[in-house]
């Protein structure tokens, strides 16, 4: 996303006022400055784009290669340097021998970009360390499986985090289908084209909703989808170191190794370790 620095300065009130803004200040007044931006190109999608039906995304089924739903270090990439070539899956470098959970961001999750901007937003905007983790992880469960990652994700997590964590992870998923004015989060635009513009979503999501919207963590779980809806913004670039005394706050890394533990869970860890395997 490119930054239109005189606008920016502008909205900041002029290049004095820049200068005397601390470093910290013009971080969080730039990252305010492309959310903004964000917030304007999605009201103009909104108006002018013409989104697909229900109907519409389901008559694709027949001429798609693969499942929608399927988890992300499954897919083929295309190449971007050849365009043209078929999409390959890359080959996955080898893990540690224990891996720890910040090996499968360097190993497996590809850049994380994602995940680390809305982590860095929910961390900047004053949120709690339990809140920060949960956006770092909110989506892992889409690498085993896009379809109800949220559950797929919570149940991943789930040994080795606060209940809490948990649970907005969990509910995240149902939550960004609901409007809440009073975190001004709004339905997403991308969703029009995802779901259809005239989907609703199904009793056992609405049943997620209300579940949640009535527990004592709802707050934990919407603030994850107010740090989700804002944090696909490729000109950012986080470090993830940023979030390893938070990591390791909250997150029982096992002696043995993700995957390796014995835990309910480990069959997913191993399966993100070598997904290659057959069987």
Known sequence: MSIDREALIRSLGGEAAVAGMSHE?????????????????????????????????????????????????????????????????????????KPALFDFFEFRFGSGAHLKQSAALAKRKGCSEEVVLACLLHDLGGFLMKADHGYYGAQLIE?????????????????????????????????????????VPPPHIEAAYEFARNHRWYEEARLVTTNDLYAFNPGVRIDIDEFREIAGRHFRQPAEGLGFDGSPVAHMWRTLINPDAPL
Request: charge should be neutral; aromatic fraction near 14%.
């Open 159 to 199: 040994p080795y985090v606060s209940e809490k964590v948990a649970f907005a992870v969990r509910y995240h998923q149902a939550l960004r289908f609901y409007p809440d004015a009073d975190y001004a989060y709004e339905y997403p635009v991308r969703y029009f084209e995802a779901f259809g513009v005239d989907y």
């Open 25 to 97: 200040a013009r971080a969080d007044a730039l990252e305010e400055f492309q959310i903004a931006a964000l917030d304007a190109t999605a009201a103009a999608r909104r108006e002018t784009e013409k989104f697909p039906t229900v109907a519409e995304l389901e008559a694709q089924i027949d001429t798609r290669a693969t499942r929608r739903g399927m988890g992300k270090i499954f897919r083929a990439a295309r190449n971007k340097a050849d365009p043209d070539a078929p999409p390959r899956v890359p080959r996955l470098p080898k893990m540690p021998e």
